[in-house]
């Protein structure tokens, strides 16, 4: 390979590192090479290099997105693939989750992150029908993404050959329709339960989509991530997590040992990892310290990774309180929402008992049961920077902006040191082509971080460190200067 090929074939790897989280390491450039090569000559370009910087010198459309996709992702999967980790699955994580869920809720979100052409989700989606007999009453959802919309498009159609079966056993088939020709199309009642939608784990952040998950499968995707975006990722994940919530990811797949926030289970060869107590860090104190200026023209911003969940524990310093709201903090760490609301809610008197039962109707889907909590609690305590935040992230994901954004700069009046805030200002300015104030909020965040050590975790931003809060906004900031 000439040394020219060699500058092109490496930038361009860099490129889909940032733009599409694949690593293609030196000794791969032969193969990127190759599949390039190939998807070149179907675009009309003979010369390598001309084919690679004139995609590298633009975003990359959605019909070039699509065809990268299919070209350098792998889509190999079966139903059932690594026995093990469904058997951890149906047997030690589901029943216990279903029978807190029993007491009150019965709802269920289940992520597959990476879900290529459908099969694990659909395969989620039959353990729980033979788990629950009671399914009609529960409330489910298993989302189902991917980077590749043509992976995705087959998924939906729930249509298979025999090779998807590999290794299946021979139950599994009653949830087919033959076609004939060797196919097979999943039953309406399972295909009902899986949602798709295309989502790329390197740049989207998918906050409203994915919060509030009781279980995210990834497995086999993280393979080929940097390093750095497995860590960006990971900790996406644990921010899409509800407390206790499980993660599967390949047991090679993370350096369990620099993990944050999670704690690793063995079931019989099959790991799992589950989101712990979120370490209690203090705020560093900031006397003395000139507060960042407010970014001038920015609006609410969509729930940003470091927050999609509602935390528990992101209200006001520990006092004493009545039993009935210990036990519904203790409830809610257990994702017994409804339980948790019911019991907060014996001490309406409490501005953080409301706010505690804001979250919980929040992480259960019940919006505006949730704005009214919120709203009583701010009745109470009108200057808790903490609860106007809370409102901000539960009226975003009603759809009322305006009123979100009244909410959140009511906060930043509150605390004009709310990192997570001017964070999230800069993240919607961002995507509303705002540049400008995108720069100021991001540079706001920017400077607040510089009082953190990079390993520390950031209050109320779960798990997040500083680190890598600060490596997710200087990569939007080189998004927005390719702009």
């Known amino acids: 390979m000439s040394g020219h090929h060699q500058h092109a074939l490496s930038s361009f790897a860099r490129f889909i590192g940032r733009n599409m989280g694949l690593h293609f390491p030196e000794s791969r450039l032969p193969d990127l090479a190759q599949k390039m090569t190939a998807l070149g000559r179907e675009a009309g370009f003979d010369d390598l290099d001309h084919y690679l910087f004139q995609l590298m010198s633009a975003p990359l459309t959605q019909e070039q997105m699509k065809s990268l996709c299919g070209a350098l992702t792998i889509g190999e999967t079966y139903f059932l693939r690594d026995p093990k980790s469904y058997r951890a699955l149906e047997q030690q994580i589901l029943p216990g989750l279903i029978a807190a869920r029993r007491r009150g809720g019965k709802t269920l979100k289940i992520w597959s992150a990476g879900c290529s052409t459908g099969e694990e989700p659909y395969s989620i989606a039959i353990i729980l029908s033979r788990l629950l007999r009671d399914l009609p009453e529960w409330k489910i959802k298993i989302l189902g993404t991917d980077i590749n919309e043509e992976a995705l ?27 004939g020709e060797g196919h097979f199309q999943i039953v309406p009642r399972i295909r009902h339960m899986v949602h798709f939608s295309q989502l790329n784990l390197a740049g989207d952040l998918g906050s409203a989509l994915t919060s509030g998950t009781d279980i995210i499968f990834c497995r086999n995707v993280m393979l080929y991530f940097h390093p750095e975006l497995i860590e960006t990722t990971v900790a996406r994940f644990y921010a899409a997590l509800n407390q206790g919530g499980w993660l599967f990811v390949g047991p090679t797949e993370v350096d369990h040992q620099k993990l944050v926030g999670f704690n690793c289970h063995h079931y019989d060869g099959a790991l799992v990892l589950r989101k712990g107590e979120r370490r209690k860090t203090p705020r560093p104190s900031t006397k003395g310290a000139g507060a960042p200026p407010a970014a001038e023209g920015a609006l609410l911003t969509d729930v940003s990774p470091a927050r999609p969940g509602f935390d528990a524990s992101a209200s006001a310093p520990h006092v004493d309180l009545p039993g009935s709201v210990e036990q519904a903090r203790a409830a809610y760490e257990c994702g017994d929402y409804q339980q948790a609301a019911r019991l907060a809610l014996s001490a309406p008197h409490l501005p953080e008992s409301l706010a505690l039962a804001a979250r919980c109707y929040a992480n259960l889907g019940r919006y505006q049961e949730a704005r009214e909590q919120c709203e009583k609690a701010l009745l109470l305590d009108r200057l ?100």
């Not at 009603?398 to 800069?426: I, N, P, Q, R, V």
């Not at 510089?450 to 890598?468: F, M």
């Open 153 to 179: 498009e087959r998924a939906q159609r729930g249509v298979y050959g025999k090779w998807s079966f590999r290794n299946a056993p021979e139950w599994l088939m009653e949830y087919f329709t033959p076609l």
């Open 384 to 483: 808790d920077a903490h609860t106007h935040y809370l409102l901000s992230m539960i009226l975003e994901q009603m759809g009322e902006g305006s009123a979100a954004e009244a909410a959140l700069k009511h906060t930043l009046y509150l605390d004009h040191d709310y990192l997570l805030a001017y964070f999230a200002l800069g993240n919607l300015c961002r995507k509303r082509g705002e540049l400008r104030e995108a720069e100021q909020s991001f540079a706001n965040a920017l400077r607040l971080l510089q009082r953190y050590d990079p390993a520390q975790v950031l209050p109320d931003a779960e798990g997040i460190t500083a680190g890598l809060l600060t490596q997710l906004i200087k990569g939007m900031n080189a998004g927005l200067n390719r702009r």
